[in-house]
């Protein structure tokens, strides 16, 4: 398979020369008698385009005018170096990436999930988190070229139908605090960044610690993506005592399958992922899930994701320390694995 960024800087300088050829072969005289070239503003094949780049452009702008959504913008930018943006230089647009599932001949794309649960200014449990550090977090991310992808970004590079950016990370929230609308929204948002949550119905508006329908039909507007967490949070992987095998079963579906259904009535949507209580299931769950139409599932099983993940037992890390050491040798994007 082919590299996206190093075919296109290699086709970046060799159409530099190409231009000069161009000029010589196909130039009008001007009045010194050398050739001269009213360059076109792009250059375009079926596999890409080359556009030079104008005062103001950026590369939102190229991926909405010519892939026709600004969200691509990650696809000009991981197919050109940083002083490619300069005016009047050519940027590569490609049209299409060939190498979905981030294969190099070093090893390969993997997606961290960091997994949250709720946010305060400070904390006493390990699965709260200090506003401070949060954005801390977050700052790191934007300053270090990650970018948050959701479910649907998840499901097609787990498919082999679409690339995914490079230093592709997830973010996700647990259960369903109000202090994640109240106080993690607001520096997601600071910084460009969305999440993915998982909700357990049974806690929607039940106090004024726990997040609303409305607050999550907000935060959809605002690119947030909605999973469920179940129906009460219960450790679906064993039999309770007090449950015969049929019992447990209807416990296991109702869990599943009817909280499905209420996230896709109450949001409008078509709930594609769910996380597993705890993170504990077995194989009649995860059959059960992928049953109840759910294209992914998530554990808290360490670890990121390669595109051949079991898209039922997809790894995520829990961000329970609060030191920076820790919270970046959690965001593994490339496994390496020399194929020479």
Same mark, same amino acid.
């Given at each position: 398979?082919?590299?996206?960024?190093?075919?296109?800087?290699?086709?970046?300088?060799?159409?530099?020369?190409?231009?000069?050829?161009?000029?010589?072969?196909?130039?009008?005289?001007?009045?010194?008698?050398?050739?001269?070239?009213?360059?076109?503003?792009?250059?375009?094949?079926?596999?890409?385009?080359?556009?030079?780049?104008?005062?103001?452009?950026?590369?939102?702008?190229?991926?909405?005018?010519?892939?026709?959504?600004?969200?691509?913008?990650?696809?000009?930018?991981?197919?050109?170096?940083? /002083?490619?943006?300069?005016?009047?230089?050519?940027?590569?647009?490609?049209?299409?990436? /060939?190498?979905?599932?981030?294969?190099?001949?070093?090893?390969?794309?993997?997606?961290?999930?960091?997994?949250?649960?709720?946010?305060?200014?400070?904390?006493?449990?390990?699965?709260?988190?200090?506003?401070?550090?949060?954005?801390?977090?977050?700052?790191?991310?934007?300053?270090?070229?990650?970018?948050?992808?959701?479910?649907?970004?998840? !499901?097609?590079?787990?498919?082999?139908?679409?690339?995914?950016?490079?230093?592709?990370?997830?973010?996700?929230?647990?259960?369903?605090?109000?202090?994640?609308?109240?106080?993690?929204?607001?520096?997601?948002?600071?910084?460009?960044? *969305?999440?993915?949550?998982?909700?357990?119905?049974?806690?929607?508006?039940?106090?004024?610690?726990?997040? *609303?329908?409305?607050?999550?039909?907000?935060?959809?507007?605002?690119?947030?993506?909605?999973?469920?967490?179940?129906?009460?949070?219960?450790?679906?992987?064993?039999?309770?005592?007090? /449950?015969?095998?049929?019992?447990?079963?209807?416990?296991? @579906?109702?869990?599943?399958?009817?909280?499905?259904?209420?996230?896709? /009535?109450?949001?409008?949507?078509? *709930?594609?992922?769910?996380?597993?209580?705890?993170?504990?299931?077995?194989?009649?769950? !995860?059959?059960?899930?992928?049953?109840?139409?759910?294209?992914? !599932?998530?554990?808290?099983?360490?670890?990121?994701?390669?595109?051949?993940?079991?898209?039922?037992?997809?790894?995520?890390?829990?961000?329970?320390?609060?030191?920076?050491? @820790?919270?970046?040798?959690?965001?593994? *994007?490339?496994?390496?694995?020399?194929?020479?």
């Amino acid at each position: 398979m082919s590299l996206a960024g190093s075919r296109s800087k290699r086709l970046s300088a060799g159409f530099h020369l190409m231009l000069i050829s161009m000029a010589a072969l196909l130039g009008c005289a001007g009045p010194t008698g050398i050739p001269s070239l009213s360059r076109p503003e792009a250059y375009r094949s079926d596999e890409r385009i080359l556009h030079r780049l104008k005062v103001g452009e950026t590369p939102e702008m190229l991926a909405a005018a010519y892939l026709g959504e600004a969200g691509l913008a990650w696809m000009v930018e991981d197919a050109n170096p940083k /002083e490619s943006f300069l005016p009047d230089r050519f940027v590569v647009i490609p049209l299409a990436i /060939e190498n979905r599932a981030g294969i190099t001949d070093k090893g390969y794309q993997t997606v961290p999930i960091l997994c949250y649960h709720r946010f305060a200014p400070s904390c006493d449990s390990a699965l709260c988190m200090p506003t401070d550090v949060f954005e801390q977090q977050v700052r790191y991310l934007k300053e270090n070229g990650y970018r948050v992808i959701g479910p649907e970004a998840l !499901a097609g590079f787990l498919d082999y139908r679409q690339p995914i950016p490079k230093n592709a990370v997830m973010i996700s929230v647990d259960d369903g605090y109000r202090s994640m609308f109240e106080l993690a929204y607001p520096i997601l948002k600071k910084y460009g960044f *969305t999440a993915t949550l998982f909700i357990y119905i049974d806690y929607v508006g039940v106090s004024s610690q726990a997040i *609303t329908w409305d607050q999550l039909r907000e935060l959809k507007r605002a690119g947030f993506a909605v999973g469920s967490h179940s129906i009460a949070h219960s450790d679906l992987s064993r039999q309770r005592k007090d /449950e015969d095998h049929k019992a447990y079963l209807a416990r296991l @579906r109702r869990e599943i399958f009817q909280s499905k259904q209420i996230l896709d /009535e109450k949001l409008g949507q078509e *709930t594609i992922i769910f996380s597993y209580p705890f993170g504990r299931q077995n194989q009649t769950v !995860a059959s059960l899930a992928r049953q109840a139409g759910y294209k992914m !599932a998530v554990t808290v099983d360490r670890g990121s994701n390669p595109f051949f993940a079991d898209p039922f037992m997809i790894k995520r890390d829990q961000i329970l320390k609060r030191d920076m050491d @820790r919270f970046t040798s959690q965001l593994k *994007t490339f496994y390496h694995f020399p194929l020479k």
